[in-house]
């Protein structure tokens, strides 16, 4: 298995070669957040030590280079996404803010009592409560579609939901804790047949695997930096333009109007509408880096390794025999979620801990996903580029020796 270099790669990650309890550190909690490569530390580092002031406004020279490094990442994350203008790229605080903000602004003109949100199963939190929440305000009703015991959208059900009462289906494209891979595309052409826009949470997608907005012809896309190689606090609401045209402004502020009199307001022209107030001028240089960084060693370079790291760890933790992996779907990217008979996921993960392997152990906040399988939550191994199969298999001895323990 090698499609990319890795141990040059991993090089570029400085967080990953220390000790944890006297052991070498194994990251396995990526779909949390992954670690950040040396060129963003840099560049986050380069823009206070060089370059830091407010954007958008001042004349000065720092306040000029400030704005064009800003720009500048807008303008890398258009490509990044295939979007068709800069002007459909909004920064927000991550994903949770981005469907927030749709749900709010684009919910509130748009949605009505007795209208139809479409969800599915497998949503994180974020991906559900702004929806709930204009729910209970506009009396508008949440359907959700049903997922089967692979963790897959049943897609005939999926036909059924869409009526002429949805007014819009916000799914996720990858999910976080089933690793399943949503066949997005194909949702978007049914709910369009019904001119029904449609919203992909891509949180746990744009790292692994290309995306391509026009391609899959979504209405909203939302993903965090965090999860991107990037800082926390950043992140990106991808809106078709005629669309984002429409839509109020999410929040008033600084930097989101034209003019301002005590009369009246005037917008400012996208995608400024929707960035009120100083943003994360940092957290978007770094975003705009990762996001080069991760071109320079190339999208499918990693998909396809990661794919391989993912078979190779599925197989390596199949031949546990009390262990139960949830989330068998056909399509998978970067994620094992499993149970182990008779041991509680917190304490696979505290005890994987002391080993020095760094996993998730919980919900997920996807609870309706645990309820969906019965179960309160997993133990989670989310994988990276930067993970080897040295890592799975440390993780597998160390959950042999936890199994011998509990016996
Ligand atoms: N999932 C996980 O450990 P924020 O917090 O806004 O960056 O991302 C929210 C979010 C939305 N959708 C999906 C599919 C996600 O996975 C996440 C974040 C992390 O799985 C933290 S809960």
């Given at each position: 298995m090698n499609t990319l270099n890795n141990q040059l790669l991993r090089q570029d990650f400085p967080i990953l070669h220390q000790s944890i309890y006297g052991k070498p550190l194994v990251y396995l909690d990526n779909a949390a957040t992954t670690q950040k490569p040396q060129v963003?530390?840099?560049?986050?580092?380069?823009?206070?030590?060089?370059?830091?002031?407010?954007?958008?406004?001042?004349?000065?020279?720092?306040?000029?280079?400030?704005?064009?490094?800003?720009?500048?990442?807008r303008k890398t994350v258009q490509k990044f996404i295939n979007a068709s203008s800069i002007k459909e790229i909004i920064f927000t605080r991550g994903t949770t803010e981005s469907v927030n903000l749709v749900a709010s602004s684009y919910g509130k003109a748009n949605i009505g009592?007795?209208?139809?949100?479409?969800?599915?199963?497998?949503?994180?939190?974020?991906?559900?409560?702004?929806?709930?929440?204009?729910?209970?305000?506009?009396?508008?009703?949440?359907?959700?579609?049903?997922?089967?015991?692979?963790?897959?959208?049943?897609?005939?059900?999926?036909?059924?939901?869409?009526?002429?009462?949805?007014?819009?289906?916000?799914?996720?494209?990858?999910?976080?804790?089933?690793?399943?891979?949503?066949?997005?595309?194909?949702?978007?052409?049914?709910?369009?047949?019904?001119?029904?826009?449609?919203?992909?949470?891509?949180?746990?997608?744009?790292?692994?695997?290309?995306?391509?907005?026009?391609?899959?012809?979504?209405?909203?896309?939302?993903?965090?930096?965090?999860?991107?190689?990037?800082?926390?606090?950043?992140?990106?609401?991808?809106?078709?333009?005629?669309?984002?045209?429409?839509?109020?402004?999410?929040?008033?502020?600084?930097?989101?109007?034209?003019?301002?009199?005590?009369?009246?307001?005037?917008?400012?022209?996208?995608?400024?509408?929707?960035?009120?107030?100083?943003?994360?001028?940092?957290?978007?240089?770094?975003?705009?880096?990762?996001?080069?960084?991760?071109?320079?060693?190339?999208?499918?370079?990693?998909?396809?390794?990661?794919?391989?790291?993912?078979?190779?760890?599925?197989?390596?933790?199949?031949?546990?025999?009390?262990?139960?992996?949830?989330?068998?779907?056909?399509?998978?990217?970067?994620?094992?979620?499993?149970?182990?008979?008779?041991?509680?996921?917190?304490?696979?993960?505290?005890?994987?801990?002391?080993?020095?392997?760094?996993?998730?152990?919980?919900?997920?906040?996807?609870?309706?996903?645990?309820?969906?399988?019965?179960?309160?939550?997993?133990?989670?191994?989310?994988?990276?580029?930067?993970?080897?199969?040295?890592?799975?298999?440390?993780?597998?001895?160390?959950?042999?020796?936890?199994?011998?323990?509990?016996?």
């Amino acid at each position: 298995m090698n499609t990319l270099n890795n141990q040059l790669l991993r090089q570029d990650f400085p967080i990953l070669h220390q000790s944890i309890y006297g052991k070498p550190l194994v990251y396995l909690d990526n779909a949390a957040t992954t670690q950040k490569p040396q060129v963003v530390i840099d560049a986050v580092s380069r823009y206070y030590s060089t370059i830091n002031s407010n954007i958008h406004r001042g004349v000065h020279y720092l306040s000029q280079q400030a704005t064009d490094a800003y720009e500048t990442s807008r303008k890398t994350v258009q490509k990044f996404i295939n979007a068709s203008s800069i002007k459909e790229i909004i920064f927000t605080r991550g994903t949770t803010e981005s469907v927030n903000l749709v749900a709010s602004s684009y919910g509130k003109a748009n949605i009505g009592a007795g209208d139809e949100i479409l969800i599915s199963t497998m949503e994180h939190h974020s991906n559900i409560v702004p929806w709930q929440m204009l729910c209970e305000e506009t009396g508008a009703i949440l359907r959700v579609i049903p997922i089967n015991d692979a963790g897959e959208i049943i897609l005939e059900e999926y036909q059924k939901l869409l009526t002429d009462r949805t007014k819009i289906v916000s799914i996720v494209h990858v999910s976080n804790s089933l690793g399943t891979i949503n066949p997005v595309k194909l949702m978007v052409e049914m709910a369009h047949e019904r001119g029904i826009p449609v919203l992909l949470d891509g949180a746990q997608a744009v790292q692994h695997i290309s995306v391509d907005v026009q391609d899959l012809d979504c209405d909203f896309y939302a993903f965090s930096g965090h999860k991107l190689y990037a800082p926390t606090g950043i992140g990106v609401l991808y809106g078709k333009r005629a669309l984002l045209e429409k839509m109020k402004p999410y929040q008033g502020g600084g930097d989101m109007i034209l003019s301002v009199s005590f009369d009246k307001t005037t917008y400012n022209d996208l995608p400024h509408k929707f960035e009120a107030g100083t943003p994360d001028i940092a957290g978007v240089i770094g975003l705009g880096t990762a996001i080069t960084y991760l071109q320079s060693i190339g999208l499918d370079a990693i998909e396809s390794y990661e794919k391989e790291l993912l078979n190779y760890a599925t197989e390596t933790l199949s031949k546990i025999k009390q262990l139960h992996i949830i989330g068998t779907a056909s399509d998978k990217s970067s994620v094992v979620s499993f149970v182990i008979d008779g041991i509680h996921p917190h304490d696979i993960g505290t005890l994987l801990d002391r080993e020095g392997i760094a996993v998730r152990a919980g919900h997920h906040c996807t609870q309706p996903t645990m309820k969906r399988f019965g179960i309160p939550a997993t133990t989670r191994a989310s994988i990276s580029f930067y993970n080897t199969t040295a890592d799975i298999d440390s993780l597998a001895k160390a959950l042999k020796n936890i199994i011998t323990m509990f016996e």
